[in-house]
């Protein structure tokens, strides 16, 4: 699981750097997905591959399951708010756990602040969860926070 995510953070990184409108902001660091269900915890990298594309990859852990997920996101500025931006997303996110792999679609709303000058970047997204399957299932109830260092 741990060569999946760093092929995913090399992947992001590699198609980044060759993009012709990359702004170079790659950022590390921790997610926590909570609310209805078991809370997940885990490393995330995010890339702005151009002003406003971003990439995004998470593998989390949490109850009995490991979750792998990669994400794109749209993000602009808010006006007259320093650091702040919205932005909507979407992707797929794949559960592993109780001998069982499980698909799920999972989009995105939420804000992000780049604190001033230091290299620290926050966010607060709403990001339900549409498993597809058996017995298909949506999860309205599920938030996220990151917390993440930019190099």
């Known amino acids: ?24 902001a ?3 660091g921790l997610t926590v997905d909570f609310g ?3 809370t997940l915890v885990g490393p995330a990298i995010r890339h702005n591959f151009t002003r406003n594309g971003i990439g995004q990859a ?7 399951q490991t979750f792998l997920g990669a ?3 749209y993000q602009d500025k808010i006006r007259n708010a320093a650091g702040l931006n919205w932005y909507l997303g979407i992707g797929p ?17 939420g804000l992000d602040y780049k604190l001033g000058s230091a290299p620290i970047d926050l966010s607060f997204d709403w990001r339900p969860a549409f498993y597809v ?19």
């Open 71 to 73: 994400y794109y996101q």
């Open 1 to 24: 699981m741990k060569k999946v995510f760093l092929l995913l953070a090399v992947g992001f990184l590699y198609f980044g750097n060759v993009a012709k409108a990359q702004t170079g």
């Open 93 to 109: 996110q794949l559960g592993f756990g109780s001998g069982s792999t499980d698909f799920y679609i999972r989009p995105m709303a």
């Open 26 to 28: 790659t950022s590390a």
């Open 58 to 64: 998470e593998l989390t852990f949490g109850g009995d």
């Open 36 to 38: 209805d269900g078991s």
């Open 133 to 151: 399957g058996d017995n298909s299932d949506f999860n309205a109830a599920r938030f996220g926070l990151g917390f993440r260092f930019i190099f």
